[in-house]
């Protein structure tokens, strides 16, 4: 049970993808005896294992997890959602532990447990559909284009490769005329426990290195014989993802297997690469190189006494 006055504290992991989140999540869990809530906006869907780097069957035996597998690629499970779902979560799991993690390198889901979503107006469904349509017509390139003239803020945070993240950028600016960067995390909301933010970075260098090694590792774990399993289901927004998106497109016989391989690790590499400009922005994080473990520790000790 917590300790008697003590505030409760949501310790969050982020950085980029491959920097070694999930490690340092089930060190600290371990460390603290607590859980952990993802914040993985794709490790979310039980369909798409391999792709989203999950944590392994060791890892998930040796803490408590949660927002793992939670949810099918069919379901509509947005940011509001999570963080309702996360807020009412924790609620519970305070009254057992002092301490809880949360692991994740979707910004926009940190900052909605974190800071709360802003009220945003109504937009028109209407214009939604059309973008879908244009979609599936001329490709996410086109959407990604407009976007990126209508709301250049919002365009250089926002993971790319996501039409359904794009689309709600340009559904919003197409219906009400204003840049969904404007209505973003204008207001902070209040929560009922201490936040402690640690992010984890190194050279580009070697985290490039990292990158590529996850992908190669994938490759041999049998990510094509995942993506031909899912074809069905590759119309979905989870599914237009990198990783995926790639080796359909090979599937497609659009480019030859090598070049789709190339071509997600140079994607993944980009998404980390906007992750870091993301979290980069919000002061609060205190940053550790990966193997900094026992350093981490020692800090967190300090501040959550």
């Given at each position: 049970?917590?300790?008697?006055?003590?505030?409760?504290?949501?310790?969050?992991i982020?950085?980029?993808?491959?920097?070694?989140k999930?490690?340092?999540?089930?060190?600290?869990?371990?460390?603290?005896?607590?859980?952990?809530?993802?914040?993985?906006?794709?490790?979310?869907?039980?369909?798409?294992?391999?792709?989203?780097?999950?944590?392994?069957?060791?890892?998930?035996a040796?803490?408590?997890?949660?927002?793992?597998?939670?949810?099918?690629?069919?379901?509509?499970?947005?940011?509001?959602?999570?963080?309702?779902?996360?807020?009412?979560?924790?609620?519970?799991?305070?009254?057992?532990?002092?301490?809880?993690?949360?692991?994740?390198?979707?910004?926009?889901?940190?900052?909605?447990?974190?800071?709360?979503?802003?009220?945003?107006p109504?937009?028109?469904?209407?214009?939604?559909?059309?973008?879908?349509?244009?979609?599936?017509?001329?490709?996410?390139?086109?959407?990604?284009?407009?976007?990126?003239?209508?709301?250049?803020?919002?365009?250089?945070?926002?993971?790319?490769?996501?039409?359904?993240?794009?689309?709600?950028?340009?559904?919003?600016?197409?219906?009400?005329?204003?840049?969904?960067?404007?209505?973003?995390?204008?207001?902070?909301?209040?929560?009922?426990?201490?936040?402690?933010?640690?992010?984890?970075?190194?050279?580009?260098?070697?985290?490039?290195?990292?990158?590529?090694?996850r992908?190669?590792?994938?490759?041999?774990?049998?990510?094509?014989d995942?993506?031909?399993?899912?074809?069905?289901?590759?119309?979905?927004?989870?599914?237009?993802?990198?990783?995926?998106?790639?080796?359909?497109?090979?599937?497609?016989?659009?480019?030859?297997?090598?070049?789709?391989?190339?071509?997600?690790?140079?994607?993944?590499?980009?998404?980390?690469?906007?992750?870091?400009?993301?979290?980069?922005?919000?002061?609060?994080?205190?940053?550790?190189?990966?193997?900094?473990?026992?350093a981490?520790?020692?800090?967190?000790?300090?501040?959550?006494?």
């Amino acid at each position: 049970m917590p300790e008697q006055g003590k505030k409760n504290t949501l310790i969050v992991i982020v950085g980029p993808t491959a920097i070694g989140k999930t490690a340092l999540a089930v060190a600290l869990a371990q460390h603290f005896s607590t859980e952990i809530i993802s914040a993985d906006s794709r490790q979310f869907f039980r369909e798409m294992e391999i792709g989203t780097a999950k944590p392994s069957a060791e890892e998930l035996a040796a803490a408590p997890h949660h927002f793992i597998n939670s949810h099918s690629v069919h379901t509509l499970f947005s940011t509001g959602d999570f963080e309702n779902e996360v807020l009412k979560l924790t609620e519970e799991l305070f009254k057992v532990h002092s301490n809880l993690i949360m692991v994740g390198g979707s910004g926009l889901y940190i900052d909605a447990v974190c800071n709360g979503l802003d009220i945003l107006p109504d937009t028109d469904l209407n214009i939604r559909e059309q973008l879908n349509q244009q979609l599936a017509e001329e490709g996410i390139g086109a959407i990604q284009a407009q976007l990126q003239a209508a709301d250049p803020e919002y365009y250089a945070k926002v993971d790319q490769s996501n039409p359904q993240r794009l689309i709600r950028g340009l559904e919003f600016f197409l219906s009400t005329g204003n840049k969904f960067s404007g209505y973003m995390t204008n207001s902070k909301k209040e929560r009922p426990f201490h936040i402690v933010k640690i992010g984890l970075n190194t050279d580009r260098t070697i985290l490039y290195e990292r990158i590529n090694h996850r992908v190669d590792l994938m490759m041999q774990a049998g990510l094509l014989d995942e993506v031909k399993g899912l074809e069905s289901y590759r119309h979905l927004n989870a599914l237009k993802t990198v990783g995926y998106a790639e080796l359909f497109d090979y599937l497609d016989g659009n480019i030859q297997l090598p070049d789709a391989i190339a071509l997600i690790k140079q994607n993944t590499r980009r998404f980390a690469k906007r992750q870091l400009t993301w979290f980069r922005r919000d002061g609060q994080i205190h940053w550790y190189e990966p193997d900094q473990l026992t350093a981490v520790i020692t800090d967190l000790e300090s501040s959550l006494l």
